[in-house]
């Protein structure tokens, strides 16, 4: 009587999970190296900086991040590319194809957003003591960039906007960390000190 009920128990678990993953679907997602859009699999011959040893031997991570409304969504990196030209794609795979919805800096968070579609905030190094942050949001048909800012470095620390090295600086002054604030001044405000 036992091995009937273990075997039949087996038999509805089974059945369950094939009615429940869906037809042709499984429970995990996946994207396979054939089904990579063509300009990821081709962005190492299209590097705009002509450096061929940011993306020598590639080898594309893929992560599932949520199911949209029309499939599943992923970012796909390529964990060997080293420099500042590493990119992520978000792809959305659906039963017709996998399609990037937006290409963007390998350096990002993604927040939760309705419809399945992360908000994406990326961090881009554009000199030592510069950067900018870009924030890509959903619109119902296509990401959109809905927001950037430029942020400022002072030995090796992010400290904020034009505004808040400001704020940081005249802090440092209150605190009595002169070379701190000089400092400040010098990498934000371009202002030289004798």
């Known amino acids: 009587m036992k091995k009937t009920l273990t075997l039949l128990n087996t ?10 993953t869906g037809a042709g679907e499984s429970s995990d997602p996946v994207l396979a190296d054939r089904e990579l859009p063509a300009e990821i ?18 080898a594309f991570e893929r992560h599932w991040v949520s199911r949209s409304a ?4 992923f970012i796909v990196t390529n964990e060997r590319c080293t420099g500042n030209d590493c990119r992520a794609w978000l792809v959305e795979k659906t039963e017709a194809a996998a399609n990037t919805l937006l290409s963007f800096e390998a350096s990002f968070r993604l927040r939760e957003d309705k419809a399945g579609y992360p908000v994406i905030e990326s961090y881009a190094g554009m000199s030592a003591n510069e950067g900018a942050y870009s924030r890509y949001e959903w619109n119902g048909k296509a990401y959109a960039r809905t927001g950037s800012r430029m942020v400022y470095h002072v030995d090796g620390q992010e400290c904020g906007t034009r505004e808040q ?21 010098e990498n934000v405000g371009g202002v030289s000190w004798i």
């Open 165 to 185: 090295c400001r704020h940081a600086a005249s802090e440092a002054i209150m605190q009595k960390q002169v070379d701190r604030a000089v400092r400040i001044w």
């Open 41 to 58: 699999a081709s962005h190492c011959a299209l590097n705009m900086a002509g450096d061929a040893s940011a993306c020598h031997d590639s």
């Open 70 to 73: 029309r499939g599943d969504l």
């Open 11 to 20: 038999l509805i678990i089974g059945c369950a999970a094939i009615v429940w």
